[in-house]
């Protein structure tokens, strides 16, 4: 498995079509890739320890999908082997009275991960050329200021992330974006489950199951920001995820791959700092 797979290349223009929710890649059987997995989170944390003691880097963690692709899911496998104090996991709702004051980037800039620590974003800054693309009307509370038209006004949306997403690397914030592409089918499988499991209630929401009529539309929103913000820098990821145990294991793979390249290393301890830590080891020892 090639983390390169699953990447959105940024030379060329790509449909969801061609990319398979189901694919599960050169594993036999899921058990073979929950090993990998358990390998892979072991790993995590030994990294996330370094990146933490380092302080130089921050690794943003970006999740996208539609409804019921498993993005929490993600969060709660992918994630567990992480120190917590390292570690900063946001959900992104609809926007409060206080975020549509400010401009569109603001909740989620004030939000991003300090150098040495992990930040999940569950949704993101994308959900204003994803949500809006899909529903204009939208707009109308975010009190712009005039505009030519929506198509243009997405467009220069995209100039503004990836303007961001610049910057944010040149200053050590490294990013990883995944979108769990999930199948119609499969969702309308969580869904039913979601009602008819009753420790699954709570997951169900009407709004969701209405938002799947615009299922077309998403796809389409979804492609025009693959196609307009996977740079090389900072590339989108497709994950298929009608299989959770895949989903898991590739982007667990992924993250440990990109802190791996970081070839980060513990600070180094001053010769003066050495020897008051003799110093204090023979007091220790004397007690």
């Known amino acids: 498995m090639e983390s390169k797979d699953f990447v959105v290349p940024f030379d060329k223009k790509i449909g969801l079509k061609n990319y398979d929710p189901g694919y599960t890649g050169d594993f036999k059987h899921r058990k073979e890739a929950k090993k990998k997995l358990k390998d892979d989170i072991k790993k995590l944390a030994q990294l996330q320890d370094v990146l933490y003691a380092s302080n130089t880097y921050g690794l943003l963690i970006i999740i996208q999908a539609l409804d019921a692709a498993g993005k929490d899911s993600v969060i709660k496998h992918v994630m567990s082997g992480v120190n917590p104090q390292g570690c900063n996991v946001l959900s992104f709702k609809a926007p409060s009275t206080e975020e ?151 982007i667990a793979d992924i993250i440990v791959r990109k802190l791996k390249e970081l070839n980060l290393k513990y600070p180094e301890v001053s010769e003066e700092h050495k020897k008051e830590i003799l110093k204090v080891k023979e007091i220790l020892e004397a007690e």
């Not at 004051?101 to 949704?123: A, Q, T």
């Not at 509370?141 to 006004?153: G, T, V, W």
């Open 100 to 250: 549509l004051n400010h401009d569109y980037l603001w909740r989620c800039v004030r939000s991003l991960p300090e150098k040495g620590m992990i930040g999940i974003f569950n949704r993101s800054y994308y959900e204003e050329v994803i949500v809006t693309k899909v529903h204009p009307e939208l707009l109308d509370k975010e009190k712009l200021p005039p505009y030519k038209d929506l198509k243009s006004l997405i467009a220069e949306r995209f100039e503004e992330i990836n303007h961001l997403e610049k910057y944010l690397i040149k200053n050590g914030i490294i990013l990883l974006k995944f979108f769990l592409n999930v199948s119609k089918k499969e969702q309308k499988n969580r869904f039913l489950k979601r009602i008819t499991q009753p420790e699954k209630n709570w997951k169900f929401s009407l709004a969701d199951v209405k938002e799947r009529g615009h299922w077309d539309d998403y796809l389409k929103a979804f492609e025009e920001v693959f196609n307009n913000t996977s740079t090389k820098n900072a590339p989108w990821h497709i994950i298929p995820a009608d299989n959770k145990w895949f989903t898991h294991t590739v």
